[in-house]
């Protein structure tokens, strides 16, 4: 497995469809919007989702979700880093060799070579790792409209005094319709770093391709969210003559004129921008 040689920008296309793609717990978990009304979804979200779906590959992950079936008997962070077998041989309290508890972590876990981990844990170790493969917020097209809906149960949770009227009410939220930009890049520096290679590369592919796969929830019911296009750049160098900024704004996604509200992907006009010597491969999943 050779380390990555090259650097390669991504988009993705995502629509929500009576869905709440990243809901806010600041604000009762409605799904997060910004100042003019488009929807967000957090890069930690997105990282998430990746994680998950690397698991579901059967790569080993440092950062496990307790929802998401875990790949060894760890329940924390610590314990995963300190008590594992290839590790706790480094691990010597503030005289622990933090090159090597690095280098051994980025070869044990998929998700530290590729985002990157801060290892600080209780009796001294204290390790940061930069990864290669950076994700931005997304970001929908058009403003979206956030659908809330009340909620009952029909059952008590609770008998005697303490039980509560089974109409008890609750609250529902949900994105009408939107379409969402992931934009991400790899970088060829931090890869040389942590040992991502160009199959960790391919796997990170595979990941945003089937993003939503094994993640339904009352929230996201199966097909409500869709990754529609992939968008793969991949330049011939370490360092190419264009910067990750323009590659992005190569593609442009336009809500069509006449469209009030957009509530597919056909609602919008997507254009692809000509860079001299870089063509992305373009996979289109709908």
């Known amino acids: 497995m050779s380390v990555l040689e090259h650097k390669i920008d991504f988009a993705v296309l995502v629509t929500a469809a009576n869905a709440n793609p990243n809901g806010d717990?600041?604000?009762?978990?409605?799904?997060?919007?910004?100042?003019?009304?488009?929807?967000?979804?957090?890069?930690?979200?997105?990282?998430?989702?990746?994680?998950?779906?690397?698991?579901?590959?059967?790569?080993?992950?440092?950062?496990?979700?307790?929802?998401?079936?875990r790949t060894d008997d760890f329940t924390n962070l610590s314990d995963r880093a300190t008590k594992n077998e290839h590790l706790s041989q480094l691990v010597k309290g503030k005289d622990t060799d933090q090159d090597a508890f690095a280098k051994a972590a980025c070869e044990e876990w998929?998700?530290?070579?590729?985002?990157?981990?801060?290892?600080?844990?209780?009796?001294?170790?204290?390790?940061g790792v930069r990864g290669p493969v950076s994700i931005h917020q997304?970001?929908?097209?058009?403003?979206?409209?956030?659908?809330?809906?009340?909620?009952?149960?029909?059952?008590?949770?609770?008998?005697?005094?303490?039980?509560?009227?089974?109409?008890?009410?609750?609250?529902k939220h949900m994105v009408e319709f939107g379409l969402y930009v992931?934009?991400?890049?790899?970088?060829?520096?931090?890869?040389?770093?942590?040992?991502?290679t160009e199959e960790d590369a391919e796997k990170i592919k595979e990941a945003l391709k089937t993003l939503f796969e094994n993640d339904s929830s009352a929230a996201r019911p199966d097909g409500s969210m869709e990754v529609c296009r992939l968008y793969w750049w991949?330049?011939?160098?370490?360092?190419?003559?264009?910067?990750?900024?323009?590659?992005?704004?190569?593609?442009?996604?336009?809500?069509?004129?006449?469209?009030?509200?957009?509530?597919?992907?056909?609602d919008y006009d997507i254009t692809l921008e000509t860079l001299d010597g870089l063509t992305p491969e373009v996979i289109d999943l709908v």
């Open 25 to 69: 717990p600041l604000n009762g978990n409605r799904p997060r919007e910004n100042y003019d009304s488009c929807g967000e979804i957090s890069d930690v979200c997105i990282k998430r989702k990746i994680r998950n779906r690397l698991q579901d590959m059967g790569e080993n992950v440092y950062v496990q979700s307790k929802d998401h079936a």
């Open 234 to 266: 991949e330049h011939d160098c370490k360092t190419p003559k264009y910067t990750s900024a323009k590659v992005h704004r190569s593609l442009k996604v336009e809500q069509k004129e006449g469209v009030e509200k957009p509530m597919s992907l056909d």
């Open 182 to 196: 992931i934009k991400g890049s790899i970088n060829c520096q931090l890869a040389e770093k942590t040992g991502f």
């Open 138 to 171: 997304a970001v929908s097209v058009s403003p979206v409209n956030i659908v809330s809906l009340q909620i009952t149960k029909c059952v008590n949770g609770e008998s005697g005094k303490n039980a509560k009227s089974s109409d008890t009410m609750g609250m």
């Open 110 to 127: 998929i998700d530290v070579r590729s985002f990157g981990q801060v290892f600080a844990i209780k009796g001294g170790i204290s390790v």
